[in-house]
């Protein structure tokens, strides 16, 4: 009974140095999502896909890329790592219905210096 | 695009009721939902409502007036390990995007 698995759970990169992290769910949902977290902050959406294929932008996408090649899975890369990207990344996956509950996995906490 | 407003911290008294708040300003709804967050952790579903109302499950309720833009949690007979953070969440008119509030962090004291 896994539903989200994030890995890797930390990360310690060097500014410039690239990264992907990745996200699965066994629960067959549509839509998936990728957050960061700031220190005493909500959660604040960095892209997210209605479906396998297809992936859109949310609210702070810069410097960030992703991909949903397989419907289980989505990937958020960092070409190019920047101090300012310091966070806890959370993935989540939804039902694609109008009660789409969010899923959440245990998160990332990267670092860079 | 969305703005939602929460109160940062709020502490209560173990046994006691306590009523966190939630406004948004939104182009579009589809829903609202609360999320608990222990520290360290990742958030997980407590609540939805989509209709005028209020919504109970167990010790946990929530509440919504869609003409105010304006939501509330309710939590009855406080315990300690309901002390975490309590995200709001509107779903604006896009597809599977929400918006989250910044939390409120919940004390609870013996």
């Known amino acids: 009974n896994a539903g989200v698995t994030q890995t890797p759970k930390f990360r310690v990169l060097k500014t410039g140095q690239s990264m992907t992290l990745l996200c699965a769910q066994d629960m067959n949902h549509e839509y998936m999502y990728w957050y960061r977290q700031d220190p005493g902050m909500g959660l604040r959406l960095i892209h997210y896909?209605?479906?396998?294929?297809?992936?859109a932008k949310g609210e702070v996408p810069d410097g960030y890329n992703v991909s949903r090649l397989k419907k289980q899975n989505f990937l958020l890369g960092l070409e190019s790592a920047a101090p300012s990207q310091t966070s806890v990344y959370f993935c989540?996956?939804?039902?694609?219905?109008?009660?789409?509950?969010?899923?959440f996995g245990a998160g990332t906490r990267l670092s860079v210096l | 695009g969305q703005n939602i407003d929460q109160p940062t911290e709020m502490t209560a008294t173990e046994g006691a009721i306590v009523q966190i708040n939630c406004t948004y300003q939104t182009s579009g709804f589809n829903g609202l939902f609360w999320y608990q967050q222990h520290a360290g952790e990742a958030p997980t579903f407590l609540s939805y409502?989509?209709?005028?109302g209020l919504e109970e499950k167990g010790r946990f309720s929530s509440f919504l007036s869609r003409s105010k833009g304006y939501s509330y949690l309710l939590l009855k007979e406080l315990q300690m390990k309901d002390s975490a953070s309590y995200l709001c969440a509107v779903r604006g008119p896009n597809a599977g995007k929400s918006t989250f509030g910044d939390g409120t962090t919940l004390t609870v004291k013996p």
């Open positions: 896909s209605v479906g396998e294929g297809t992936t």
């Open positions: 409502n989509v209709l005028d």
């Open positions: 989540a996956s939804s039902t694609s219905g109008s009660k789409n509950i969010q899923y």
